[in-house]
C-alpha cells in the first residue's frame, strides 16, 4: 500500500473504490501562436497545472473535479519567457464521477476524500485528455508533434518524501 494511504480507512477507501468515472468535457481553451514554426527550430516545452480554476464540486450523486493547464513552447535552450514564448496553449478540464454509499458521512469528509481522489487519481484521467488537446491544438497550428512530459500529482514531492522518512527509520532500525 502507499505510504500516503497509511492514514486512510478501509471505509474511505471502499468510498473512493465507488467513485466512477462518467465523463471529462473540455471546458475552456485558448491558443496563441506568437511565431510560426520554422522547421530546423528545436522545441522546448513547459507544461504546468494552472491553480487559478481547480475546483471540486460535490453534488448529490457527482463529484466534479475541474483543471487547468497550460503549455508553452519555446525554442530549444532559450530563456523561458513571454520575448522567447512561440506558441501557448490553455485547456479548462471537468472530470465528473458518479459514487455510492454515501450514508453516514459527512459533507467535510467526502470533500476531504474528493481532494484526495483528485490529487491521486483524477489527475491522471484529466491528463490524458489534456495530452491529446494539446497534441491537437499544436498540429493544426503548424508545429510537429510534441513530446508532452508527464504531470506530476501536486503531491509527488509529498510522496517521496514520505517513503524517504519511512526508508531512513527502517535503515536506523536496522543498525540498531
Known amino acids: 500500500m502507499s505510504p500516503l494511504l497509511n492514514n486512510v480507512s478501509t471505509e474511505q477507501l471502499d468510498f473512493i473504490k465507488?467513485?466512477?468515472?462518467?465523463?471529462i468535457l473540455l471546458l475552456d481553451?485558448?491558443?496563441?501562436?506568437?511565431?510560426?514554426y520554422q522547421e530546423e527550430t528545436k522545441l522546448q516545452v513547459n507544461l504546468k497545472q494552472t491553480e487559478d480554476d481547480n475546483s471540486i464540486t460535490i453534488l448529490d450523486d457527482f463529484v466534479i473535479f475541474n483543471m487547468s493547464?497550460?503549455?508553452?513552447?519555446?525554442?530549444?535552450?532559450?530563456?523561458?519567457?513571454?520575448?522567447?514564448?512561440?506558441?501557448?496553449s490553455y485547456a479548462k478540464f471537468g472530470a465528473i464521477y458518479s459514487y455510492e454509499n454515501l450514508n453516514g458521512w459527512k459533507e467535510e469528509e467526502i470533500e476531504l476524500l474528493s481532494i484526495n481522489f483528485f490529487r491521486y487519481s483524477a489527475i491522471t484521467h484529466i491528463m490524458a485528455f489534456a495530452r491529446q488537446h494539446f497534441y491537437t491544438m499544436t498540429n493544426k497550428s503548424g508545429y510537429p508533434r510534441l513530446q508532452i512530459p508527464l504531470i506530476k500529482s501536486m503531491l509527488d514531492e509529498e510522496a517521496e518524501n514520505v517513503a524517504s522518512e519511512q526508508l531512513k527509520a527502517m535503515d536506523s532500525d536496522n543498525t540498531q
Do not use: A, F, R
Open 18 to 23: 465507488t467513485l466512477e468515472v462518467e465523463d
Open 69 to 88: 493547464m497550460q503549455i508553452e513552447l519555446y525554442e530549444e535552450n532559450s530563456e523561458l519567457n513571454q520575448e522567447n514564448l512561440l506558441l501557448e
Open 29 to 36: 481553451s485558448n491558443h496563441t501562436v506568437h511565431k510560426l
